[in-house]
């Protein structure tokens, strides 16, 4: 089993930065690909980023793209979330989460998640 946990979240002023980490026990994150997901209020979870096991190929949703950065540290079994230049529709609660796929944007194929950090960008 895989438990994830979410931090780093808060509330910024517009143009600030964040960085989010996930950091899993349990067992290590070496084999799974990995993505960032986020929830806002009345709207459907959405992915933000991923990356394959080792964190060298990285995918976007076009409206992060050059502001978010994910990145990896498996010795570590740590998942990051550079977010920079936020914006107030950055606003939402996010979530990290594991899937034996890489590549992929849709949350069925996600296996485990965490509780989800709230980040909140003021204008």
């Known amino acids: 089993q895989v438990q994830l946990v979410e931090s780093g979240g808060g509330l910024v002023q517009a143009g600030g930065s964040l960085r989010l980490s996930c950091a899993a026990s349990?067992?290590?994150?070496?084999?799974?690909?990995m993505a960032w997901f986020r929830q806002a209020p009345g709207k459907e979870r959405e992915f933000v980023a991923g990356?394959?096991?080792?964190?060298?190929?990285?995918y976007y949703a076009d409206s992060v793209k050059g502001r978010f950065t994910i990145s990896r540290d498996n010795a570590k079994n740590t998942v990051y979330l550079q977010m920079n230049n936020l914006k107030p529709e950055d606003t939402a609660v996010y979530y990290c989460?594991?899937?034996?796929?890489?590549?992929?944007?849709?949350?069925?194929?996600?296996?485990?998640w965490g509780q989800g950090t709230q980040v909140t960008v003021s204008s």
């Open positions: 990356c394959n096991w080792s964190g060298g190929i990285t």
């Open positions: 989460a594991t899937s034996r796929i890489s590549g992929s944007t849709w949350r069925s194929n996600y296996d485990y």
């Open positions: 349990g067992q290590t994150l070496s084999s799974y690909a």
